[in-house]
């Protein structure tokens, strides 16, 4: 299996580690890291469409702010736990989906909204298509992992502030709309 991972000043080369990361990260953790950024990009379409009907997903916010923190280098390399975060995600867009169905929301139509893994070998897999280099024109590419880094940044702020038991629906709304929320991977 092959990772491209760049997130940190320890990259191999300075250019980004390929085989394994030189913070001891595998393939298959930085695989399922960014299947995991994949899928909060769709929570996050769920949970601005709900917005949009005045109804606040506390659960979608809690879910985004603790996966992007999840997904800081060095923060968590536990591969079980990207697994069951993974389905905790696929679970939370059941319930975000049934809401939006019931107030007679047209979803859109994307492999974004609705891809689906039963097993880890299933999520791996779908992580080979959906990396960081998925996106070819480097300028576009470059732009969307600094956006994610920025909110990964503001995640890690919001989890420490939700410790403390201090939390702001807004700044849910700033992950949500702050470039999470886009459609096209390429």
């Known amino acids: 299996m092959n990772m491209f991972c760049y997130q940190c000043q320890e990259a191999s080369k300075g250019t980004g580690c390929e085989i394994k990361g030189v913070c001891g990260k595998t ?23 709900l917005r949009a009907l005045n109804i606040e997903s506390e659960a979608a916010g809690q879910f985004i702010t603790e996966s992007l923190f999840m997904t800081i280098t060095n923060a968590n390399f536990d591969y079980e736990r990207f697994v069951s975060r993974i389905r ?15 107030n007679k929301v047209e979803l859109p139509r994307t492999e974004l909204l609705s891809w689906t893994a039963v097993t ?16 070819g ?16 940044g503001i ?9 403390l038991g201090y939390t702001d629906q807004a700044v849910d709304r700033c992950l949500y709309s702050g470039g999470i929320s886009g459609y096209n991977r390429r």
């Open 88 to 102: 905790e995600g696929f679970k939370l867009r059941a319930r975000l989906k049934a809401i939006l169905l019931e």
């Open 137 to 152: 024109n480097e300028d576009i590419r470059s732009l969307r992992e600094l956006v994610v880094y920025g909110l990964k």
């Open 27 to 49: 393939p298959e953790v930085a695989g399922l890291q960014d299947l995991l950024i994949y899928q909060i990009k769709g929570l996050a379409h769920y949970a601005m469409a």
């Open 155 to 163: 995640a890690a702020y919001l989890e420490h502030a939700s410790n």
């Open 120 to 135: 880890a070998q299933d999520m791996e897999e779908t992580a080979q298509s959906i990396g960081v280099l998925a996106t």
